[in-house]
């Protein structure tokens, strides 16, 4: 009894403790705000110091260099086409073959040309003979001129032989007929006298006329002589006319036979047995075994420090982490735009402004294995230093 009674004493003289969920009502402190986490901050600030770096170095660059990936390899490029018509009998190429110059690619049929050959074959014979008769004529005539040449000279002599008789025997006569009136010499002797004179007369006449005749046929003698002399020069532009038809027809007949103009490498074979191909008709391409160059098309506001002969730095696609040594070459007198099928007119009403673009010919130096490989139409990144 008395313990109990001790007990609730106890309890009752015991200081009563607050609730639990009174005490944090009224006592809770507030709580610290949460640290930034370190990583974090290293990260951002490495972020934004990258950032910036890389930013700086883009920009110096950019002041140093001027770049484009609009640039592809180009290279020597041949048409192969047939400079006469005629039907193929054999094609000796095929496709992606290595030729060297002046190897048989096709052959067509020459037998059109071999008949055609024939002919002006003979034709440069006959006019060969024709020469040959036209000369014999021109030394006949010649022969001719000489012969009454010579006549005429001895009918000169025979003249002056007559005209010589003929002054003895007008003397004789005119002394013969003083003679007579006085019946010193008989009128037999008188007419002896006169039938001399006359005889001398007419011998010079003859002489006279034959003189005359002999030059007349040494005019047209000369004459002949002459006509030969231009036949001669018909006859051997005639030969020269047929040499030429005859070299015109060996030229034919070689072109039956087409071969590579070049060293290089044939493209696709567009041709087969029996075909018919036309003058100028376009059958596959040589790509010569040139060294390669590369067109890189630069935008306008990039040329302002361009030069020739910087150097160049090219990546091609299909080996972008090798570098190829280049230099600036050249550059175009035009735009691209210039150059195209239909260039563009900005004349007309409604005109925007496009930047334009300048074909720039990039030169490769060095002996780079790799550009053996390079094919024309790959394209490449062009790297130009400015300094």
Request: net charge negative; hydrophobic share 35%; no cysteine.
């Amino acid at each position: 009894m008395s313990q109990t009674n001790e007990t609730n004493e106890t309890n009752s003289t015991a200081p009563q403790q607050p609730h639990e969920g009174h005490k944090k009502h009224h006592h809770q402190q507030p709580e610290p705000p949460k640290k930034t986490s370190k990583g974090f901050m290293i990260a951002l600030i490495i972020l934004v110091l990258g950032g910036g770096t890389f930013g700086v170095t883009k920009y110096i660059h950019a002041q140093h260099h001027e770049e484009t990936d609009d640039a592809q390899v180009e290279a020597n490029i041949s048409p192969v086409i047939p400079r006469i018509s005629g039907y193929v009998t054999e094609v000796r190429v095929k496709d992606n073959q290595k030729v060297k110059k002046g190897d048989t690619l096709v052959i067509l049929d020459s037998r059109t040309e071999e008949i055609q050959l024939e002919q002006a074959q003979a034709a440069l014979a006959a006019a060969k003979s024709n020469l040959s008769v036209v000369n014999a004529n021109t030394s006949v005539s010649r022969a001719n001129v000489a012969t009454y040449e010579a006549n005429v000279s001895t009918a000169d002599a025979q003249i002056e032989s007559a005209k010589v008789t003929l002054r003895r025997a007008t003397q004789d006569y005119d002394r013969y007929a003083n003679l007579i009136k006085d019946h010193t010499i008989t009128q037999q002797q008188y007419e002896q006298a006169e039938a001399a004179k006359q005889t001398a007369e007419r011998q010079l006449q003859v002489l006279t006329d034959q003189k005359n005749a002999a030059s007349r046929q040494t005019n047209a003698a000369n004459s002949q002589s002459n006509a030969s002399t231009q036949q001669i020069s018909v006859a051997n532009a005639t030969i020269q006319q047929r040499q030429a038809d005859l070299d015109n027809v060996m030229l034919n007949l070689s072109y039956t036979v087409i071969v590579a103009p070049e060293d290089g490498v044939i493209s696709k074979v567009n041709v087969q047995i029996g075909q018919f191909l036309t003058t100028g008709q376009a059958l596959f391409n040589v790509v010569l075994d040139t060294n390669p160059w590369v067109v890189a098309n630069f935008k306008e506001t990039q040329l302002e420090k361009m030069r020739e002969g910087q150097k160049v730095i090219i990546h091609v696609d299909a080996w972008p982490s090798h570098d190829i040594e280049a230099k600036v070459s050249s550059f175009s007198p035009a735009t691209g735009s210039r150059f195209a099928l239909l260039p563009p007119d900005n004349a007309s009403g409604n005109f925007v402004k496009v930047v334009q673009r300048l074909p720039v010919k990039i030169e490769l130096t060095g002996n780079d294995p790799l550009l053996k490989n390079l094919r024309p139409g790959m394209n490449v990144n062009v790297d130009v230093h400015l300094d």
